[in-house]
């Protein structure tokens, strides 16, 4: 678990969602809501909802409506608002409330959903705050605003269409125009893919090995840290190891993200519950860095030279070995917990500014991609040394929201011209969520020991998300250090060839690859202009679980690995057959084996109507390959087998037989396949 994970705990027992305090300022700009020419707001009274904990008041004045709500004070404390009859789309959310008891946290459900939290600055009357988009379902919805940090007065919500969201302006330009041409290579792919995936991360070399074997697939990002190459930690006898993971990392393929708990180069407490190896917070140090900064003469500030020294010393093993970095110093510098952000946002900017220098200008160093972990304008360090901007996301275990209001933050700290990540995550949000808020994250980094925490991240969600076909792993990524996504700029080719069998239960689908310049990755299948399956690599897919005699409608797009997407290819429809009448059924039976090979009968039955031609399929569960048949024409692609009539065994009367025949090879276990008969 992150060090700041545990120190959330403490604070009030509450996994925040990057915990970050957002001044009035940037929370009051207007919505799209407030234009003057957007749709009238549809406005609906908190003392209208159903109240579980909490009570309707009226002795602040200023209230809409017959009162406001109260008395948010116990975990569990909410109230929900019925919106009826809406169509189905994004709506923009305003929340019109009061904190008189300064600034406060709610969490926002829609339907029962988290979405994520929404920040409350102080005020002494009631004002409105946007909160971001929420996506409504045709018909009636709920919208609940429950406790979080609590002590806040919610009077209404407003809700208008959102409109849609303009093209990002990001060009995947470094700030640094030294940059190495690896960097600048994951710079250009990150933005090539942009709103079209989300690379995977996970935090921690052990973590990501675990998550590999837990799903099968491999992160395309391992997160780590810098922590015990810190001086005041390698002089109490540390030995750091995470330059070698970031170079095994890169060996084998993946992207490297590297954040810093930078220990306190002096004032180091020691003692219980203030020990020296938390020397990163503000509680365990008298490390005043606001004072250190501004005597660069002191004994402190030379103690900040040499801690940035030590650390560009790793950065240069990694700049010699071509790794180009996601580099995230600083981080959650707003929250206050760590002493870099203790004294305020002045010298926290002032410190990036110095590290970004020093590491660039004296220590030579251009293989980093600047990530500033923030959304809070006050903060905010320069565009000038920022490269991507990130937010941090913990909220309520298995809340797998898009964290899609702090998204919209993130995009207007830039005006929408940095390319926004989730440099931490406790639960991971939900891709379908993700594409559904048009919450364009570009990757994501599960902290350690969240992804194994199966309140967070249950291993069926975990599984789900890595086999997502939004979701980018390891074996996705291609070459991003020297093709980066601005080189290939060029699309797949449409599949074509479309074609299929359907059971009552089941569609298998085979087509002609496309083709691409550098090549192509995999293929996203879509029933009735939706996306189902993960992306395969093959050229066929199996469509399980279907409605007997039903038509179902087929596309396809191919990608590559610098995230282009191809046209859809032509449609292809198909009907299910209706249960107790398929045109023919089949049986398999092994009529013989020895050694390593055997032979083996199928029997075509027609149904209740005679049929002109028939084919047969079915999927080997072992390595059997198919040598020789008799009867019939048979493909074999992998384990898949297509078997089809001869000209003179094709049409059977109604009930009439046919059978065919093959030799083949086998090694282990050779049990009977399942059969599909489909017939014209």
């Not at 305090?21 to 707001?41: C, I, V």
């Not at 949000?429 to 194994?452: H, I």
Request: proline share 6%; glycine share 10%; net charge negative.
């Amino acid at each position: 678990m992150s060090p700041h994970a545990t120190r959330r705990r403490r604070l009030g027992g509450l996994l925040l969602a990057g915990a970050l305090a957002l001044s009035a300022a940037a929370l009051q700009q207007p919505t799209p809501a407030q234009a003057a020419d957007a749709p009238a707001a549809q406005v609906y009274q908190a003392e209208d909802g159903a109240l579980n904990g909490v009570t309707v008041g009226t002795s602040l004045a200023g209230y809409q409506g017959a009162g406001y709500v109260e008395n948010f004070d116990q975990a569990g404390d909410q109230v929900t608002i019925t919106v009826p009859d809406q169509p189905a789309g994004l709506y923009t959310l305003s929340v019109r409330y009061a904190g008189p008891f300064g600034d406060k946290k709610a969490n926002l459900l829609v339907n029962d959903a988290g979405v994520g939290e929404i920040a409350l600055p102080g005020t002494a009357g009631f004002a409105e705050v946007a909160a971001g988009n929420v996506l409504l379902r045709s018909g009636a919805n709920t919208v609940t605003i429950s406790n979080d940090w609590g002590w806040y007065l919610i009077d209404s919500i407003a809700l208008t269409p959102a409109p849609p969201r303009p093209p990002h302006a990001v060009t995947g330009e470094l700030t640094d125009p030294q940059a190495t041409p690896e960097a600048k290579s994951l710079a250009k792919y990150l933005a090539a893919g942009y709103g079209k995936t989300i690379l995977s991360g996970q935090q921690d070399a052990a973590h990501a090995q675990w998550v590999e074997n837990a799903t099968g697939k491999a992160p395309a990002i391992e997160g780590l840290d810098l922590m015990d190459y810190s001086p005041s930690r390698v002089e109490r006898g540390t030995v750091g190891h995470d330059t070698d993971h970031a170079l095994a990392w890169d060996v084998r393929g993946g992207i490297v993200s590297l954040c810093w708990h930078w220990n306190a180069p002096s004032g180091l407490i020691d003692q219980p519950g203030k020990e020296w190896w938390r020397g990163f917070y503000t509680d365990a140090t008298t490390f005043d860095v606001a004072a250190a900064l501004a005597d660069p003469a002191g004994a402190d500030y030379r103690l900040l030279l040499r801690d940035i020294d030590a650390i560009a010393v790793q950065l240069e093993r990694l700049q010699d070995a071509g790794v180009p970095v996601l580099w995230r110093p600083l981080h959650e510098a707003e929250g206050g917990w760590f002493w870099w952000g203790a004294k305020g946002p002045g010298p926290a900017k002032a410190l990036y500014r110095l590290l970004h220098e020093r590491l660039t200008t004296v220590h030579g160093l251009h293989n980093l991609v600047w990530v500033w972990n923030s959304v809070d304008p006050a903060w905010y360090p320069g565009s000038d040394v920022v490269d991507l901007v990130s937010a941090d996301s913990y909220p309520t275990a298995g809340d797998h929201g898009p964290v899609a209001v702090t998204y919209d933050r993130e995009l207007s700290l830039t005006g929408d011209t940095k390319i926004a990540a989730l440099a931490e995550v406790g639960t991971i949000p939900d891709p379908d969520l993700l594409r559904a808020y048009r919450a364009d994250w570009a990757y994501f980094v599960a902290w350690a020991g969240f992804e194994q925490d199966t309140t967070s991240n249950s291993l069926d969600f975990l599984q789900r998300v890595y086999r997502d076909p939004y979701v980018t792993t390891l074996d996705e990524l291609g070459d991003f250090k020297h093709t980066g996504g601005g080189s290939d700029a060029s699309a797949p080719t449409a599949p074509s060839g479309l074609t299929g069998t359907a059971t009552s239960t089941s569609v298998h689908l085979s087509w002609t690859a496309a083709t691409d310049n550098v090549g192509v990755t995999g293929y996203d299948v879509y029933r009735d202009g939706t996306r189902i399956g993960g992306t395969t690599t093959a050229t066929t897919y199996t469509d399980t679980g279907l409605t007997a005699a039903t038509a179902y409608r087929y596309t396809l797009q191919a990608r590559d690995a610098a995230g282009n997407v191809s046209a859809a290819s032509a449609p292809f429809s198909i009907t299910t057959t209706g249960p107790g009448t398929e045109a023919c059924t089949a049986t398999y039976a092994t009529t013989n084996a020895w050694g390593t090979g055997f032979t083996a009968d199928v029997t075509v039955r027609a149904g209740t109507h005679a049929i002109r031609s028939w084919t047969v399929t079915w999927t080997y569960a072992g390595n059997q390959r198919i040598t020789n048949t008799w009867n019939a024409t048979a493909v074999q692609t992998g384990a898949f087998v297509t078997a089809g009539n001869m000209p003179y065994n094709g049409a059977l009367p109604a009930a009439g037989s046919a059978s065919f025949g093959f030799l083949g090879t086998f090694s282990g276990p050779n049990p009977p396949p399942t059969l599909t008969c489909t017939a014209t």
